[in-house]
Structures are given as C-alpha cells and as structure tokens.
C-alpha cells in the first residue's frame, strides 16, 4: 500500500468518525434546547451533566459547539481524502482542539460533578478516535487535487 | 466531477444535520396540554382536594408536578420559597406528585408526603424531603429515614406509619400521577402558572418570574 492511499483511508475513516460524533452532538444539542436536560426524566446522571452550568458557554449549548467541531472535522476530512492538500492544514488543528475540550469535559465530569453522561463519554471516545488518526497520519505533505 | 464531489458530499451531510436535527426538535418538544377548565382547582370534578400553600384567592397560582427524589425539583422547591416570600398574598402554590419511575425511592417518598398530609402536615413534609433529598436518596434504609422526619415534624408516628401504607395515600398520588400523564407529563418539575404550562426553556429563576409577572398583569387588566 503506498503512503498516499493509506492517508486516503485514514481522511475516510476520520470523516466516517467524524459523522458518528456529528450525530451525537445534534442529539444533545436537541435535548438542550428542548429543556429536556434541566428536568428529570431520562438517565440521572445524563440530567445532572447537560443541565449543569458547565453544559452551557454564554447560555448556548456546549453541544452546539460540537455540532460545529464534528462538522468541520468532517468536512475537512472529505476534502482531505478528495486529495485537497490545505484541507489537512485545517483537519489537525481542529481535532487538536476538540481533543482539548474533551479532555476538560471529562475533568468537569470526573471531578467537578461526579455524574458521567454516557452520550458526552461516546462524544469523547470519537474524539479520542480522531486524535488517534491524525497521529497516525503519515508526515509529508498531501498530493494537492487542484 | 470527482472534483466537486466533496462539495456535494458536504452540502448534502449539513443538510441531513438540519434536517434530522430539526425532526428530532419538533418529536421530542414537550406537548404538554393547558389544564382544562373542568380540571382546573375551582372546578368540582378535581375530587380530592390538592395541596395548596399561600393565598387561598391570590391571582396567580403556580402548580406543580414535582418528584421528591429529582433534583431539579429539590433546587426549585429552594426557589419556590424565594418566590412565595417575594409574592405573598399574591402567589399560591399547588403541589402535585409525579413519581418518576427512574427515581426508585420517589414513589415511597410521594406517599410519606401524602401520609403527613392525613395529619395535616403535607408541607412540611415536602420541605423535609426536598431539604434531604440527598441524604434519604441515596441510602439503603429509606423508610427509616422518613419515619424519622414524620418524629422531627411532629407526627403521630403509629398513624404515620400504617397511613404510608393506605389505600388513601397511594390512591392520592396515583390521582396526581394520572392527571399529569393526561396533561402530557413526561419530565419534573413541570409547572403551569394560571393553568398554561410553562415552558421547559423558562424553566429558570428569570423565566419563573417572568411569567408570573405577565400572569399578574393579565389578571389587573381583567
């Protein structure tokens, strides 16, 4: 297998990563903005995490901000495995900082509240799983589709 | 073409995202109904009397389903009595029991409420409860712990004990339980103030307020 397609399929696994993670984030982003996370009704530790002050930045949804993060790691990802060389520019750099949220997520989970919601660990697994791609991304530059 | 094909592939994922996002919205919105005029605390068919605290005739009452091992509703009813203070006369508050089934000691807690009621001490009760939800929450002799707050508010422990097991108490909070599923229920608390449901995104100290406000202002105008 050369290097260029062993990038190939690591952009295609990432966006398929990616979509499982988009999926996720829409779903908690749904929940939040029905108030379905500020009452009990579903998992008691899922309440006690996304009707959490943490689960908000400036009264929106951190989810929303997942929705966003999943979506450019996706796109990124696409254009990536479409052979779009500035995509991987942008493709690293993103999942760097979700990798970062996530790790703080999972403190304030751990430590500050004690609950664990299970969609936000799912959330933090796929992350986890990108990161572990763009490690695992050969160095060198993409062959440029333009 | 195979130039474009990540744009499409692009486009058309942010489109699926909206949309299903979108669907899930309106499925999982809570539809929960008005109380009716025939249900409502004036009308007769309502055969038990409810728990009311404050102004029997104040212009805005403010009903709730409550579960007594939900936290929100442990962090509201705290609010509840910021509330009361601040509207007096003006404010009443009704409390109705909506056990979850996820909560395993909220339906014996419901009935420890209802079996204080029978003495005349729904309220204090409901205050004790909330006020050590985290304690009777989590430990492995519940009952105990009930019997040991019907002692601290000063209840007749024998009857408090053989009403927790009545056929009264339990037919009470099943009553409660039943008109709520009829309103659409799903989540605690959920509130109605004037008998219109409050939204679960003002479900919150501004948006609480809010509502009582404009449900007062309603009521000078009529």
């Known amino acids: 297998m050369t290097v260029s397609r062993f990038r190939t399929i690591i952009y295609v696994v990432a966006a398929i990563v990616s979509l499982a993670g988009l999926a996720d984030a829409t779903y908690l982003s749904v929940q939040a903005l029905t108030g379905e996370t500020l009452g009990c009704g579903g998992s008691p530790d899922c309440f006690r995490v996304l009707g959490s002050s943490y689960a908000r930045i400036g009264g929106i949804p951190v989810a929303l901000f997942g929705v966003l993060a999943y979506f450019s790691a996706f796109t990124f990802a696409t254009f990536a495995a479409f052979g779009y060389g500035r995509a991987r520019t942008f493709l690293i750099p993103t999942i760097g900082a979700m990798f970062l949220g996530t790790l703080w997520l999972l403190y304030v989970q751990a430590f500050l509240l004690h609950a664990y919601c299970r969609y936000c660990l799912f959330s933090a697994a796929t992350t986890f799983l990108l990161a572990g791609l763009v490690i695992a991304l050969p160095p060198g530059r993409d062959r440029s589709a333009s | ?222």
């Not at chain 2, 203070?85 to 009935?111: C, G």
């Not at chain 2, 009403?163 to 659409?184: F, K, N, P, T, Y």
């Open chain 2, 1 to 222: 073409m195979k130039r474009y094909l990540p744009f499409v592939i692009v486009t058309l994922v942010a489109l699926a995202t909206i949309g299903s996002g979108a669907m899930l919205y309106r499925a999982k919105r809570p539809h929960v109904s008005a109380i009716p005029e025939d249900k409502t605390l004036s009308a007769k068919s309502d055969a038990q009397s409810p728990h009311i605290r404050g102004n029997p005739d104040a212009p805005v009452t403010l009903e709730e389903y409550g579960d007594f091992q939900c936290p929100p509703c442990g962090m509201f009813a705290t609010f509840l009595g910021q509330l009361e203070k601040e509207y007096d006369s003006r404010l009443r508050v009704v409390f109705r029991n909506f056990p979850l089934k996820v909560h395993e000691h909220a339906r014996e807690a419901a009935l420890a409420a209802e079996a204080a009621g029978l003495q005349g001490r729904f309220w204090e009760m409901h205050d004790v409860l909330y006020r050590e939800q985290e304690t009777w929450s989590k430990a492995p002799n519940t009952r105990e712990l009930f019997e040991s707050y019907a002692g601290t508010i000063g209840l007749d422990l024998d009857k408090f004990k053989k009403d927790m097991d009545s056929e009264q108490a339990s037919a009470r909070v099943e009553a409660d339980r039943q008109r709520g599923d009829a309103l659409g229920i799903q989540t605690t608390p959920t509130m109605f103030i004037n008998n219109q449901p409050v939204d679960p995104k003002d479900r919150n100290p501004d948006g609480i307020r809010a509502e009582i406000n404009a449900a007062l202002q309603k009521k000078s105008q009529t």
